[in-house]
């Protein structure tokens, strides 16, 4: 199946910082990537969809400002957390989507615990 | 609204025993169904997909699903559940329009018993 690769796996910081994590698709195009916070015990929340060479779209009650998105090539989608808080913390998790004639998938990356202390 | 619906919160099996996790969904149209499986800590590994045809969908590790229309589910079962199939399982359908986005349900986690 399709890979997808986050890094860091794990970050802490300290509150006011920003924070980037890193999307990567190792063996297919993803032109179209998403982005998922994932509190305890819950299911996953879409935070955003990110399009190569184009802004991102974010879901209805997610802070643009605050959650960077930049999908600069066919495999890469970063996520940056500016100032980040200690509601911030979560697991965020990316996929990258793989395209064919009518079989559309995402798969995902393993995901990135944030700690903001 | 489209919407996913996943009944148990918690299943508990013995190693061994054959196991069914339920998904029903609100779809106006056919929809595209996805299970997803996540281990703690991880993230979602896709088991089995189903877009067309055959309504009953093999997927890895075993597990199978089947597509009923009438009943708008998509239950997800394995005949012999290992020890190292506890994990969170998640249910999902697809938009079909331009935006590719999944609505997952809330999941069913799985306890298996030695």
């Known amino acids: 199946g399709a890979v997808v690769s986050q890094h860091p796996s794990r970050v802490i910081c300290k509150s006011g910082t920003s924070v980037k994590i890193e999307c990567r698709s190792l063996?297919?195009?993803?032109?179209?990537m998403f982005w998922y916070r994932q509190f305890p015990k819950q299911s996953l929340m879409l935070m955003a969809t990110?399009?190569?060479?184009?802004?991102?779209?974010?879901e209805q009650g997610v802070e643009k400002d605050k959650f960077l998105i930049n999908h600069a090539s066919l495999t890469l989608s970063t996520l940056t957390v500016t100032s980040a808080h200690p509601e911030d913390s979560s697991f965020y998790i990316c996929?990258?989507?793989?395209?064919?004639?009518?079989?559309?998938?995402?798969?995902f990356g393993p995901g990135t615990r944030l700690t903001v202390l | 609204a489209q919407s996913v619906t996943q009944p148990d919160i918690h299943i508990t099996v013995s190693e061994g025993a054959s196991l069914e996790l339920r998904c029903n969904y609100s779809?106006?149209?056919?929809?595209?169904l996805f299970w997803y499986v996540q281990s703690p800590g991880q993230g979602l590994q896709l088991l089995l997909k189903y877009f067309s045809g055959d309504t009953l969908v093999q997927g890895i590790k075993g597990f199978e699903a089947e597509f009923k229309r009438s009943q708008s589910s998509f239950n997800l079962r394995k005949p012999s559940v290992h020890w190292s199939d506890a994990a969170e399982y998640f249910c999902?359908?697809?938009?079909?329009?331009?935006?590719?986005?999944?609505?997952f349900g809330s999941g069913t986690r799985l306890l298996v018993r030695p």
């Open positions: 779809y106006g149209a056919t929809p595209y």
């Open positions: 999902a359908v697809a938009e079909r329009d331009s935006s590719y986005k999944l609505i």
């Open positions: 063996d297919f195009q993803a032109t179209t």
């Open positions: 996929s990258g989507l793989l395209r064919g004639v009518g079989t559309d998938t995402q798969y």
């Open positions: 990110s399009n190569e060479g184009s802004k991102a779209t974010y």
